[in-house]
């Protein structure tokens, strides 16, 4: 509750059934200028409390979620107009073995919902009802039959045996085989193989006419009940894609019933946020970075021209691509980094306020994360007291800078949970989660059991014994509490700076990190560089630099997100990659790694070129015995800048086109005549 909004903090102890800490409460509310008042039944007989607080006109925030829909109601019927937010004190805090000791939670938790959220971007799918239907034989005729009062309907055939034509053909059906398909919800493309109509004089099976391959139809759903091999990844991610086994009635009925349902306008959350100008995975057909092409589940994301293309309209929202992104390119929306990560100070700082110590961070999801919260609490002994939950829409979204940033504001340790059988898109966490402990490792902030992990379970009282080691703050180790100002990577450098300050004066000033970390140093090997400067066009975050004034590379470290890029464009193949963290102060300053001396023209003394790239471009012409350098004047040509060289070449009478020059014809007369010179002799 750092934005100082005046509101209105209610919170009830359910009928005393959870002990309220007022003195902890209260600290954590007046850090933001909140106002604590406290019930014990707010939901019924002391809902006037709730009424009144609404009449005041501050922000409201009530600290219950099971009666959210009885007070959302009551504020409407109230016309009340203040912000209205919920928390979940009781199941998160409250309904625990170790109640009494959550007060710091309990105020740790109004300070995170305090935190206002951004509207969510959404993305708009049109569908007018224009259905493909994949079967194998009568039965996706029979499914056609029941939809085709409700939607524009073709049926294609891809089995082998004999179908009977009905009776009225009140919908197209052909036969064929969907080789793929691409697009969404209202815009798909089927490619059709063996493409064939039927004869409409068909009489006990259908007769069909000739085939041909590369047939397209464009429709808005596609309702497959083959059984066989899906046209997308993750087909069940894909929306307006239904799938069905055709041998699974229930299956079946339920595919009916969604298809019936996917006609008009719809509005989807746009999930991830993309800058192409920040993207680092190629450049003059060079290929750099593919983090988030490796790790997309729905294959919503493409390569481009210069960077790679994200269909919003694909997006299934699992927020891979975000988490693993080293530029920023890519963020994710739902909700923005900087809601995700002032709620996360909030609570931190809040809870070390209330007095709490050594807090873990639990991270969770709404579908997985919060039913099992929900029976530990109601059917074991709740969360310990220092463990402190934040709701994300996607454990998988969590990026690097938010879990480094968890430690730098106090977390003594860091728990992401996760279903027992990982979901799609859940390898950028876990590799997130192996930097971050790299990092803690390097710093001498590792302890035992690991302070970054992931809890990847279905059984609550699993969840309750995995959370039971505690975990304390190093001595020394004084939590940050910077703001989360711009960019992710500019709060993961804060946060990584902040750690590196907690880990004190022993810490070492350079940490390996394991392969593809988004930061790390370019080791130019500076006996081969010609200093072309090839690497400072492509680099796409400024790490490799030249100097406008004379032939120089420079390398700026702190900017460096191990793409790529340079490696790959380098002529000489001098460039390798090193990941590691460099917490010296030349990691944030530009170091020259080359420098020469400009060539100076022999025509004139500007200064182009440089002499090791000049020397170089000589010895191969020598070495390959090009013929419009084999006369030392001309070779004395490329000493020369572009002004004296036109004026040299002109002056000199040379031709590039002329080529070397002829020999002189030799008829039979002068080699005979040879000949006999060579017998005399």
Same mark, same amino acid.
């Given at each position: 509750?750092?934005?100082?909004?005046?509101?209105?903090?209610?919170?009830?102890?359910?009928?005393?059934?959870?002990?309220?800490?007022?003195?902890?409460?209260?600290?954590?509310?007046?850090?933001?200028?909140?106002?604590?008042?406290?019930?014990?039944?707010?939901? &019924?007989?002391?809902?006037?409390?709730?009424?009144?607080?609404?009449?005041?006109?501050?922000?409201?925030?009530?600290?219950?979620?099971?009666?959210?829909?009885?007070?959302?109601?009551?504020?409407?019927?109230?016309?009340?107009?203040?912000?209205?937010?919920?928390?979940?004190?009781?199941?998160?805090?409250?309904?625990?073995?170790?109640?009494?000791?959550?007060?710091?939670?309990?105020?740790?938790?109004?300070?995170?919902?305090?935190?206002?959220?951004?509207?969510?971007?959404?993305?708009?799918?049109?569908?007018?009802?224009?259905?493909?239907?994949?079967?194998?034989?009568?039965?996706?005729?029979?499914?056609?039959?029941?939809?085709?009062?409700?939607?524009?309907?073709?049926?294609?055939?891809?089995?082998?045996?004999?179908?009977?034509?009905?009776?009225?053909?009140?919908?197209?059906?052909?036969?064929?085989?969907?080789?793929?398909?691409?697009?969404?919800?209202?815009?798909?493309?089927?490619?059709?193989?063996?493409?064939?109509?039927?004869?409409?004089?068909?009489?006990?099976?259908?007769?069909?006419?000739?085939?041909?391959?590369?047939?397209?139809?464009?429709?808005?759903?596609?309702?497959?009940?083959?059984?066989?091999?899906?046209?997308?990844?993750?087909?069940?991610?894909?929306?307006?894609?239904?799938?069905?086994?055709?041998?699974?009635?229930?299956?079946?009925?339920?595919?009916?019933?969604?298809?019936?349902?996917?006609?008009?306008?719809?509005?989807?959350?746009?999930?991830?946020?993309?800058?192409?100008?920040?993207?680092?995975?190629?450049?003059?057909?060079?290929?750099?970075?593919?983090?988030?092409?490796?790790?997309?589940?729905?294959?919503?994301?493409?390569?481009?021209?210069?960077?790679?293309?994200?269909?919003?309209?694909?997006?299934?929202?699992?927020?891979?691509?975000?988490?693993?992104?080293?530029?920023?390119?890519?963020?994710?929306?739902?909700?923005?980094?900087?809601?995700?990560?002032?709620?996360?100070?909030?609570?931190?700082?809040?809870?070390?306020?209330?007095?709490?110590?050594?807090?873990?961070?639990?991270?969770?999801?709404?579908?997985?994360?919060?039913?099992?919260?929900?029976?530990?609490?109601?059917?074991?002994?709740?969360?310990?007291?220092?463990?402190?939950?934040?709701?994300?829409?996607?454990?998988?979204?969590?990026?690097?800078?938010?879990?480094?940033?968890?430690?730098?504001?106090?977390?003594?340790?860091?728990?992401?949970?996760?279903?027992?059988?990982?979901?799609?898109?859940?390898?950028?966490?876990?590799?997130?989660?192996?930097?971050?402990?790299?990092?803690?490792?390097?710093?001498?902030?590792?302890?035992?059991?690991?302070?970054?992990?992931?809890?990847?379970?279905?059984?609550?009282?699993?969840?309750?014994?995995?959370?039971?080691?505690?975990?304390?703050?190093?001595?020394?180790?004084?939590?940050?509490?910077?703001?989360?100002?711009?960019?992710?990577?500019?709060?993961? &450098?804060?946060?990584?700076?902040?750690?590196?300050?907690?880990?004190?004066?022993?810490?070492?000033?350079?940490?390996?990190?394991?392969?593809?970390?988004?930061?790390?140093?370019?080791?130019?090997?500076?006996?081969?560089?010609?200093?072309?400067?090839?690497?400072?066009?492509?680099?796409?975050?400024?790490?490799?630099?030249?100097?406008?004034?004379?032939?120089?590379?420079?390398?700026?470290?702190?900017?460096?997100?191990?793409?790529?890029?340079?490696?790959?464009?380098?002529?000489?193949?001098?460039?390798?990659?090193?990941?590691?963290?460099?917490?010296?102060?030349?990691?944030?300053?530009?170091?020259?790694?080359?420098?020469?001396?400009?060539?100076?023209?022999?025509?004139?003394?500007?200064?182009?070129?440089?002499?090791?790239?000049?020397?170089?471009?000589?010895?191969?012409?020598?070495?390959?015995?090009?013929?419009?350098?084999?006369?030392?004047?001309?070779?004395?040509?490329?000493?020369?800048?572009?002004?004296? &060289?036109?004026?040299?070449?002109?002056?000199?009478?040379?031709?590039?086109?002329?080529?070397?020059?002829?020999?002189?014809?030799?008829?039979?007369?002068d080699y005979l005549t040879g000949a006999d010179k060579a017998d005399q002799e």
């Amino acid at each position: 509750m750092s934005h100082g909004d005046g509101r209105i903090c209610l919170v009830c102890s359910c009928e005393d059934t959870m002990p309220l800490d007022g003195k902890a409460l209260a600290r954590g509310c007046a850090r933001g200028g909140a106002e604590l008042r406290t019930a014990e039944q707010l939901c &019924r007989a002391q809902l006037d409390r709730f009424l009144s607080a609404l009449g005041e006109g501050r922000p409201v925030t009530v600290a219950c979620t099971q009666e959210a829909p009885l007070f959302t109601q009551e504020a409407e019927a109230a016309a009340a107009e203040v912000p209205l937010t919920f928390v979940n004190i009781r199941e998160h805090a409250g309904w625990a073995k170790e109640a009494r000791q959550a007060g710091p939670k309990m105020a740790a938790l109004l300070a995170a919902a305090a935190v206002p959220a951004e509207a969510t971007p959404l993305v708009p799918l049109k569908s007018e009802g224009v259905t493909l239907v994949l079967g194998r034989d009568e039965a996706a005729i029979a499914t056609a039959e029941r939809l085709k009062d409700k939607l524009d309907l073709t049926v294609l055939l891809t089995g082998t045996e004999p179908v009977t034509p009905p009776r009225s053909a009140e919908f197209p059906i052909l036969r064929g085989r969907a080789r793929s398909a691409t697009g969404w919800l209202g815009n798909f493309e089927v490619v059709v193989d063996g493409y064939a109509a039927p004869s409409p004089s068909s009489r006990a099976e259908y007769r069909w006419g000739s085939a041909r391959d590369g047939a397209r139809s464009r429709c808005d759903i596609i309702l497959d009940l083959t059984g066989g091999t899906p046209l997308f990844p993750t087909a069940e991610l894909r929306q307006g894609y239904l799938r069905a086994d055709p041998a699974d009635a229930a299956a079946v009925e339920r595919a009916i019933s969604r298809a019936a349902d996917l006609v008009g306008e719809f509005d989807k959350p746009r999930f991830v946020n993309f800058e192409a100008g920040l993207c680092a995975h190629s450049r003059n057909r060079r290929t750099g970075c593919t983090r988030c092409l490796d790790l997309c589940p729905t294959g919503a994301i493409t390569p481009g021209k210069d960077s790679v293309q994200i269909a919003a309209e694909i997006c299934a929202g699992c927020g891979a691509c975000a988490a693993v992104c080293p530029t920023g390119a890519a963020t994710y929306a739902l909700p923005p980094p900087a809601t995700t990560l002032n709620r996360l100070r909030a609570l931190l700082l809040a809870y070390a306020e209330a007095g709490g110590r050594d807090p873990v961070l639990l991270l969770h999801d709404d579908a997985h994360g919060e039913p099992l919260l929900d029976a530990l609490a109601r059917h074991g002994d709740g969360l310990p007291a220092r463990v402190l939950p934040l709701k994300v829409n996607e454990v998988s979204q969590l990026d690097l800078a938010t879990l480094s940033a968890a430690f730098a504001w106090g977390a003594a340790g860091l728990r992401v949970l996760m279903p027992a059988h990982r979901k799609h898109g859940t390898e950028g966490i876990f590799r997130n989660l192996d930097y971050v402990g790299a990092a803690l490792d390097g710093l001498g902030l590792a302890a035992s059991p690991p302070r970054a992990t992931a809890i990847e379970t279905d059984d609550p009282f699993a969840l309750g014994e995995a959370l039971t080691p505690a975990l304390s703050l190093r001595a020394g180790w004084k939590p940050d509490s910077f703001l989360p100002l711009g960019a992710p990577r500019e709060v993961l &450098r804060n946060a990584l700076r902040g750690l590196h300050a907690a880990a004190g004066s022993a810490a070492p000033q350079v940490v390996p990190m394991p392969e593809k970390a988004p930061f790390g140093q370019a080791h130019v090997a500076t006996q081969g560089c010609t200093l072309c400067l090839a690497c400072t066009m492509v680099c796409p975050t400024g790490a490799f630099s030249a100097n406008p004034e004379k032939p120089q590379l420079r390398f700026l470290e702190d900017a460096c997100v191990q793409c790529g890029l340079c490696a790959a464009t380098c002529p000489e193949k001098v460039i390798t990659l090193h990941p590691r963290l460099n917490f010296a102060d030349t990691a944030t300053q530009p170091v020259v790694v080359k420098e020469e001396e400009p060539f100076l023209c022999t025509g004139c003394g500007k200064p182009f070129g440089t002499r090791s790239s000049i020397e170089r471009v000589k010895a191969k012409l020598i070495a390959g015995g090009h013929w419009m350098f084999t006369d030392p004047k001309r070779l004395a040509v490329l000493e020369m800048c572009e002004d004296c &060289r036109v004026a040299a070449v002109t002056a000199g009478g040379v031709d590039p086109y002329a080529g070397p020059a002829r020999p002189a014809v030799r008829t039979t007369e002068d080699y005979l005549t040879g000949a006999d010179k060579a017998d005399q002799e």
